[in-house]
């Protein structure tokens, strides 16, 4: 079989055999198709589509392309239960969400990737943690879960490489908004994960791959539909992504805003609707509770209650990090030298936000890649982020931003600038929570 007679097929709009999947996927994991060819399919199928026969055998296909976990020896008492999202900026989530899940009684094997254009990756955030070993070997991966109840890792050479090598090189040819690539990406990695239930939170907005509801609905069901046939129970909220989510968007920057939730010593409205009405699903999904008002009292107790917190300082621990993360967090994270508040140019209320150019922004600093092997600059982002309604004027800036040197901060004052609109007069209030899905 040729890779060139593959190319062409999908770029003249073919629908791909079972077989020529198969001999794509064994290439992608063996190195033996060159990134060149890739791409190439990547780009076809980008314009062209896949049909649901094809997404559902590409998943499993990469699902299969190595390890894939098994639970069921592992002595646990509750479910095993995950949360994937599609990116966005600001997206913190996954450090609130799994140790307060793990705290409701959930098993929260947690794997992750890298980021995907403009939006940030867990993988690149909690590498933030010094010595935190995000890349541990199964047997310390299943015994913190089995221990702790969490773990957030990256996505290992063994589980699924051939979707860590297709997903790096998405990232980089422009490919990554496309509904088959999305849900093999993602399913391909819960699959292998061994999870009982899954809860997807599909973003949608500026800042988002997804940019309209029709989009974020095509996506949802999509993934929803592939997992029911590979028997992996899926729930999925549609979040709004139209501005940053939370008061920070940058790798260590996030952790810290992370901690600062958990602790209890800020919540950012937004942010803390997305993370609790998506843990009360897992909870849902999960058959821990039937109640969705019941799921949300219980994710909220794990909170205000420190439990969230001991899990995840018992989940550093567990991985090599340093003790007492939460609360000694400061001292731990890396800081950039530079920071300097952006003002707008007029005083106002701030009405939308491009998010996609906030995001271009952290890449302008260095927070995010441009190509394929870069190494980023954990300590650079946005803080103190002004949300859609706020007042900015003198005082209140849009956002402050943490950089290297003064010259990457007038690049990325440029986008950020260009980002916000300010007007005399508040915009509308705007969902957080768009709708939830599920197969039922």
């Not at 314009?47 to 499993?60: I, V």
């Not at 879960?145 to 998405?170: K, N, S, W």
């Not at 509904?179 to 988002?208: E, H, Y």
């Not at 939370?246 to 010593?265: C, P, Q, W, Y």
Request: aromatic letters at 4%; charged letters at 20%; a negative charge.
């Amino acid at each position: 079989m040729l890779v060139n007679d593959i190319l062409r097929k999908k770029r003249d709009g073919g629908e791909l055999s079972a077989d020529e999947i198969s001999f794509f996927v064994d290439g992608l994991a063996d190195v033996s198709i060159p990134a060149e060819q890739v791409s190439a399919l990547a780009m076809a199928v980008f314009l062209n589509g896949m049909t649901s026969k094809e997404a559902g055998k590409l998943t499993m296909d990469m699902a299969n392309s190595g390890v894939v976990l098994n639970w069921r020896d592992a002595g646990l008492e509750g479910p095993v239960v995950d949360k994937h999202s599609t990116g966005g900026v600001g997206d913190k989530v996954s450090f609130l969400l799994a140790p307060i899940a793990a705290a409701c009684g959930c098993y929260v094997p947690m794997i992750s990737g890298r980021g995907l254009g403009h939006t940030g990756g867990t993988m690149d955030k909690v590498e933030s943690i010094p010595d935190y070993n995000a890349t541990p070997d199964f047997s310390l991966f299943r015994k913190v879960v089995q221990d702790v109840g969490c773990a957030i890792i990256g996505q290992t050479e063994e589980l699924a490489p051939a979707d860590r090598r297709f997903y790096a090189i998405r990232d980089i040819t422009s490919t990554v908004e496309s509904v088959p690539l999305i849900t093999a990406s993602i399913l391909s990695k819960k699959i292998a994960a061994g999870l009982d239930a899954l809860v997807m939170d599909i973003k949608v907005g500026s800042g988002a791959f997804m940019s309209s509801m029709d989009e974020a609905r095509e996506l949802a069901g999509s993934i929803i539909s592939t997992a029911a046939a590979a028997g992996l129970k899926t729930h999925a909220l549609i979040t709004d992504m139209n501005e940053c989510l939370g008061t920070t968007a940058g790798n260590a920057l996030e952790i810290a805003e992370s901690m600062r939730f958990l602790a209890g010593d800020e919540r950012e409205p937004r942010l803390n609707e997305v993370v609790m009405s998506l843990c009360a699903e897992m909870l849902v999904a999960s058959s821990l509770e039937k109640d969705r008002d019941k799921a949300l009292a219980r994710t909220d107790a794990a909170v205000t209650s420190g439990k969230a917190a001991a899990l995840f300082d018992r989940m550093v621990i567990g991985l090599g990090g340093p003790p007492d993360f939460v609360a000694s967090h400061r001292q731990y994270l890396p800081v950039a030298p530079v920071t300097v508040a952006i003002h707008a140019a007029e005083s106002g209320y701030l009405t939308a936000v491009d998010a996609f150019q906030a995001g271009n922004a952290i890449i302008e600093l260095g927070g995010g890649r441009r190509q394929l092997g870069d190494t980023l600059d954990l300590a650079v982002g946005l803080s103190d982020v002004a949300a859609v309604g706020e007042r900015v004027d003198d005082e209140r800036p849009l956002a402050v931003v943490h950089a290297s040197s003064e010259d990457a901060v007038a690049a990325a004052r440029g986008l950020l600038l260009e980002a916000c609109t300010v007007a005399a007069e508040p915009p509308a209030a705007r969902p957080v929570i768009c709708e939830t899905m599920t197969a039922n």
